[in-house]
Every structure is written in structure tokens, then in C-alpha cells.
């Protein structure tokens, strides 16, 4: 059975940095992806980052240059590094994981059959 346990979520300063870790357990997959979605309340989930078991990373573009996808696979646990938070980046944030081979469009939540349970992000002005 695959877990997705995320932590690191609390609350920052506008500027600041936040790192969210996803521990996967039960998902040892060769070929799939892995990912970081949020959702604000009264809004749609979004993708954010996602990891394709090969290293290849997308980004959203309202935070390239700002949040950084990594993962261990030693350990196999999901990095989100967010720096340069802004207001506009609150929200519970998720990891998923999809067991399945590339796609055109990897930021669609509709992919991933695999979600943990949350972390929250505020960010204060």
C-alpha cells in the first residue's frame, strides 16, 4: 500500500523559504512521477512541481526561479525547496504520485493516483 506522509509546512514571512519533505513508502516505482500540488481555499488544486522517475523536472510557472523539486532516493523522500514566498503562495500544499509512464502535460492533478494527506503554507506580509 503506498503512504505519502508530507511535513514541513508552517508559517513565513513574505521572503522567506520553506522546505516540504514527502516520505513515500510502498511506491517504489522505476517509471513514474512524483509531485507537489496546492491547493487555496475556494480554489482549484494545481500542480506545482513534479519529478519524473528519469530526473526530469516542470515546473508551474508562477514559481520557476523560486521553488526547487528534489528527491533523495536513497531514502525516497520528495523535496519542495519554496524561496522568495509570496502572498499568493498559501495553501495546503500535497505530494501525488503517478505510476505511469510521461506525459505531455505532468501538472495535471487528474494523473496522479496516489496523494498524501497535506501540509499547510502561510505566508504573512
Known amino acids: 500500500q503506498v503512504q505519502l506522509v508530507e511535513s514541513g509546512g508552517g508559517s513565513v514571512q513574505a521572503g522567506g523559504s520553506l522546505r516540504l519533505s514527502c516520505a513515500a513508502s510502498g511506491y517504489e516505482r522505476s517509471n513514474g512521477y512524483m509531485g507537489w500540488f496546492r491547493q487555496a481555499p475556494g480554489k482549484e488544486r494545481e500542480g506545482v512541481a513534479t519529478?519524473?522517475?528519469?530526473?526530469?523536472?516542470t515546473y508551474a510557472d508562477s514559481v520557476k526561479g523560486r521553488f526547487t523539486i528534489s528527491k533523495d532516493n536513497a531514502e525516497n523522500i520528495l523535496y519542495l525547496q519554496m524561496n522568495s514566498l509570496k502572498p499568493e503562495d498559501p495553501a495546503t500544499y500535497y505530494c501525488a504520485a503517478a505510476t505511469r509512464s510521461k506525459v505531455f502535460y505532468p501538472l495535471h492533478p487528474a494523473i496522479y493516483n496516489y496523494w498524501g494527506q497535506g501540509t499547510q503554507v502561510t505566508v504573512s506580509s
Open positions: 519529478r519524473y522517475s528519469d530526473g526530469t523536472t
